[in-house]
C-alpha cells in the first residue's frame, strides 16, 4: 500500500516554507520572487515563441496586442486550415479577444465562450499542459536561476530542443486522449 506524502506550509511575512515528507526538512522561497509571464504556441509540426510578456500581469489588452503582433502572423499561412485553441484564462476570454478570434477563425477556435467549447479544468487534454510545459521545467530548473534575464534565457534554450518527433508523439497523444474523452 502506498502512501501519501503530507505537505504542510507555514506562511510568514516574506518567506514561505514548505514541509514535504520530511517536517523537518524544509524549503525556504522568498515571497513576490520576480516572475516571467510568457506565451507560446503548438503546432503540428512547430512551437511558435517564447513571447514574453513586458508587465508581469497578462491582461486582455496585451494579450490581444501579442495575438496580432506575435501570433497571428506566424500562422497566417495555414489559414483557413488551423483551429485555435486556448484556455479560459480571464484575458483570454475578454469580449474584445472573442471577437477578434471570430474574425480571424471563425467557427475554428476553441475555447471559454467559443464556437467550439473546451471542457473546464482539463489540461490533461491540452498538449502544452501535459507535454510542452513539464518538458520544459525538467529543462529551466535544472539548476538554480539568478534573475528573468536567465529564465528567459533558458526557456528559450528549450523550446528550441522540442523536435518534430516529439511533436508527432505528442500528436498521438493527443489524439489517443480526445478518443478516450469522445467515449465517456
Not at 484575458?91 to 464556437?115: A, D, T
Not at 535544472?142 to 534575464?149: F, G, K, L, M, Y
Not at 518527433?165 to 489517443?176: F, N, V
Request: charged content about 25%.
Amino acid at each position: 500500500m502506498r502512501q501519501r506524502s503530507t505537505h504542510q506550509v507555514l506562511l510568514t511575512d516574506n518567506i514561505r516554507i514548505w514541509g514535504l515528507e520530511n517536517p523537518h526538512a524544509v524549503l525556504e522561497q522568498v515571497r513576490d520572487s520576480p516572475k516571467v509571464n510568457m506565451w507560446c504556441g503548438l503546432l503540428h509540426d512547430r512551437i511558435i515563441g517564447p513571447f514574453f510578456f513586458s508587465e508581469v500581469t497578462v491582461r486582455f489588452d496585451n494579450y490581444l496586442d501579442m495575438l496580432e503582433i506575435f501570433a497571428f502572423p506566424q500562422i497566417e499561412d495555414l489559414q483557413p486550415n488551423i483551429i485555435f485553441q486556448r484556455n479560459g484564462a480571464p484575458p483570454h476570454w475578454s469580449l474584445e479577444v472573442r471577437k477578434v478570434l471570430n474574425e480571424k477563425f471563425p467557427r475554428r477556435w476553441i475555447g471559454r465562450g467559443g464556437p467550439i467549447p473546451w471542457p473546464p479544468r482539463s489540461p490533461d487534454i491540452t498538449p502544452l499542459d501535459f507535454f510542452v510545459w513539464i518538458y520544459m521545467k525538467n529543462i529551466v530548473y535544472q539548476s538554480p536561476i539568478r534573475d528573468t534575464e536567465e529564465i528567459k534565457i533558458r526557456i528559450t534554450a528549450a523550446i528550441h530542443t522540442v523536435d518534430s518527433e516529439m511533436l508527432h508523439i505528442t500528436r498521438l497523444e493527443i489524439s489517443y486522449k480526445l478518443r478516450c474523452v469522445a467515449r465517456d
